[in-house]
Nanobody, 124 residues
Framework: QVQLAESGGGLAQPGGSLRLSCAASGRTFSGYGVGWFRQAPGKEREFVAAITWSGGNTAYADSVQGRFTISRDNAKNTVYLQMNSLQPEDTAVYYC?????????????????WGQGTQVTVSS
């Protein structure tokens, strides 16, 4: 079993930046692909970004491409989501998730472990 814990959420102004972290405990991220998802009130959970175990391949939703960057430090068992040029429509609870394969996926159902989420609010 792996437990995931997100941190780094908060309030940001439009155009601002935040960096989210997803730390694994219980066991390592070893061999796991990791994704970030978000869910706004009244909406379904949606894919944001994902990264393979090696970090060599990444994927982004069209809505965040060029603004968000996913990365990982396997030595620290942590995956990051750098969010720049934030907009009000980025407001949501952000979740990280781990899949028990080295690949990444964009589907919610492909992931086996989920964190509790961290709130990101973008407002002036």
């Amino acid at each position: 079993q792996v437990q995931l814990a997100e941190s780094g959420g908060g309030l940001a102004q439009p155009g601002g930046s935040l960096r989210l972290s997803c730390a694994a405990s219980g066991r390592t991220f070893s061999g796991y692909g990791v994704g970030w998802f978000r869910q706004a009130p009244g909406k379904e959970r949606e894919f944001v970004a994902a990264i393979t175990w090696s970090g060599g391949n990444t994927a982004y939703a069209d809505s965040v491409q060029g603004r968000f960057t996913i990365s990982r430090d396997n030595a620290k068992n942590t995956v990051y989501l750098q969010m720049n040029s934030l907009q009000p429509e980025d407001t949501a609870v952000y979740y990280c998730a781990a899949a028990t394969t080295s690949h990444y996926y964009t589907r919610v159902t492909a992931y086996d472990y989920w964190g509790q989420g961290t709130q990101v609010t973008v407002s002036s």
